[in-house]
């Protein structure tokens, strides 16, 4: 069954430490997308990245990173230097070509916190 | 500008009250999608929609109902059989119903219970 596991539920750094937000999915297809979506306290969801799983190539976009491991079933999310900007609810999703047509399975979202 | 609009932000509900949700959006995307998130949780789906005049359940449909008369609209229905619905709704679209494609939401609607 297609699942998607953010283990970490809230996360609190100070302004310029480096961040990772983990995820971890379950998935029987070959072919599947992963995405990063942020919420920020206004409650819109803000797509990020999406990655297919025959692209293992890792990410960089200013200070964000992903990191895509097929062999640990993770794409993972790093934040470098976090700003006050950033303090958000970051969700990981999941789509599967198989099941094209309907939605994205999302994990449970972790709670960043940055202070200054 | 173009994007996703619901309405209203904020809305109450009495007992035994239907309430609608609003969705529309100019993006000319295919696909649409309904979705409740609770606090601490993900998004769970409650309905979707490919194509005008068509859409499916999700996971979570027992209590909503749905229309897709106009390509660019999406309303929701909150119904009296919905025992629980305080929530926060989100809407989405995307250009079609292919998995790869990243979908786009709204700001949102927060429902309570009077």
């Known amino acids: 069954a297609q699942k998607v596991t953010q283990a970490q539920t809230e996360i609190s750094v100070v302004e310029k430490e480096d961040v990772t937000l983990d995820c971890v999915y379950e998935?029987?297809?070959?072919?599947?997308?992963l995405f990063w979506y942020k919420q920020p306290p206004s409650g819109e969801l803000v797509f990020l990245i999406r990655?297919?799983?025959?692209?293992?190539q890792n990410e960089i976009s200013g200070r964000y990173s992903w990191n895509f491991q097929k062999s640990t079933s993770s794409f993972n999310f790093t934040i470098t230097a976090s700003q006050v900007v950033d303090s958000a609810v970051y969700f990981c999703?999941?789509?599967?070509?198989?099941?094209?047509?309907?939605?994205?399975?999302f994990g449970k979202g972790t709670t960043l916190s940055v202070s200054s | 500008d173009g994007g996703i609009t619901q309405s209203p932000k904020y809305l109450f509900r009495k007992e035994g009250q239907n309430v609608t949700l609003s969705c529309e959006q100019n993006?000319?995307?295919?696909?649409m999608y309904w979705y409740r998130q609770d606090p601490g949780q993900g998004l769970r789906l409650i309905y979707y929609s490919q194509i005008v005049n068509d859409f499916q359940k999700g996971d979570i449909a027992e209590g909503y109902s749905v229309s897709r008369e106009k390509k660019e609209s999406f309303p929701l229905t909150v119904t009296s059989a919905q025992k629980n619905p305080t929530a926060f709704y989100l809407c989405a679209s995307s250009i079609g119903g292919n998995s790869n494609q990243p979908q786009h939401f709204g700001d949102g609607t927060r429902l309570s219970i009077l």
């Open positions: 993006l000319n995307h295919d696909a």
């Open positions: 998935t029987r297809d070959t072919t599947y997308y």
């Open positions: 990655r297919n799983s025959f692209d293992e």
């Open positions: 999703a999941l789509s599967e070509a198989s099941q094209a047509g309907t939605a994205l399975i």
